[in-house]
Structure formats: structure tokens, C-alpha cells
């Protein structure tokens, strides 16, 4: 389990890094991380080289949060509220020359999302990284950590990717970010957390 592990530890179970050098870009830089693969281990591993802040919802149990807190933010991995105090954080961070990391494939309900096709059915998603990647001319790395087959380890993939779109408007911006996800998720399907209630605001999942 990545979080019982050091974060060195983690290291030496990822058995390649590719993309590494796009961290060298004098932009700012938002990594797009998707449910997909062990995407927990992303973080962890890049950060022993720089600092990472991450976006992420605080759990309704108190010591369920405490867990996490504790489990995630160590050494240079940050922590973001999915709130305003967060996005400030995260605002602070780029400021910095710091990497920050989104999770953008959730709903984040109507006050911060915006409808979009995702598999060919609406989804009401993020627009956070589009905001602050058009706000601060921030350079978009998709990245993710693919599980490799037999518990072999895991490969780690920093891949630049366009989600400003020509219209400029932010419903573009973010439809254009899911088309950039679904082409991950097309290729190893398996991988991608299917059981989160991704629709959930267009479809009645109680039936």
C-alpha cells in the first residue's frame, strides 16, 4: 500500500520516469492527474526532487482526515483544501515556481464545474485547472503512473498537453481537458477508476 511505504520506498517500485525534462520549463506548471493507475504515487515520487502541492476534498471523519493528512503530506507534498483557502494555496504555490497537481475527473458540483462531454455523456466538471492554467499562461503536464502487469512496479509519465482552447472560453477549455483524459483512460481502460459516480449529475444512479 503506497501510503504505508516512504516515500524513497515508492521510488524504487517505479521502474521508469519519462518527461522528466518538462519540468525544466521556466512556465508555470499544473500536472493533470486522473484517476488513473496509482495515480497516489505521483506525488509522492516527484516530489522528493521539488515541492508538490496537491488539490484534494477533506474527508467527513475527522480521523479519517487526520490518516490521510498525515499519510500524504510529508517532506515536500503539500496539501490543498478543494476550497477557497486552497485554491489560494495553490495560487501561492505556482508564485513560488512550485509544482501543483489537480485531479480534475470529478464532479465538483455546480459551483465549480461546468457541463462537458466525457465518453459521450455530460459531466459536470472541474474547471479549476483550466482557470489557473489560462490565469497564470501555465504550461499542462498530463501525468500519471500506469500500473505495470504481476505487481512488477509502476512507470511514470509526464506528457505535455494543450487545454486552452482557441474559443478561450472556460466550457472549451474543460471539454477540450476531457478529451485530453478520455485518450489516457482509451488506453489502458482497465485502469481508470470506473466505480466513482462520474455522472452523477445527470444520471440517477440510485436505480
Known sequence: FVWLRSFDDNAKHVTKTTGLEHLNSPDPIILLVPHFGCWEITGRVLSIDTPVTFLYKPLRKAS????????????????????????????RAIKNKELIGILPDQDPGEEGGVLAPFFGTNARSMTLLAKLARKNNAKVLLTWALRLPKGAGF???????????EQGTVEADVALMNKVIESLVKTHPEQYLWNYKRFKSVVDYSS
Do not use: Y
Not at 155 to 165: A, D, G, R, T, Y
Open 64 to 91: 479519517q482526515e487526520a490518516l490521510l493528512i498525515k499519510n500524504r503530506q510529508k517532506q515536500s507534498l503539500s496539501m490543498a483544501t478543494a476550497d477557497k483557502k486552497g485554491v489560494i494555496k495553490l495560487q
Open 155 to 165: 512507470e511514470i509519465h509526464l506528457e505535455p498537453v494543450n487545454i486552452l482552447s
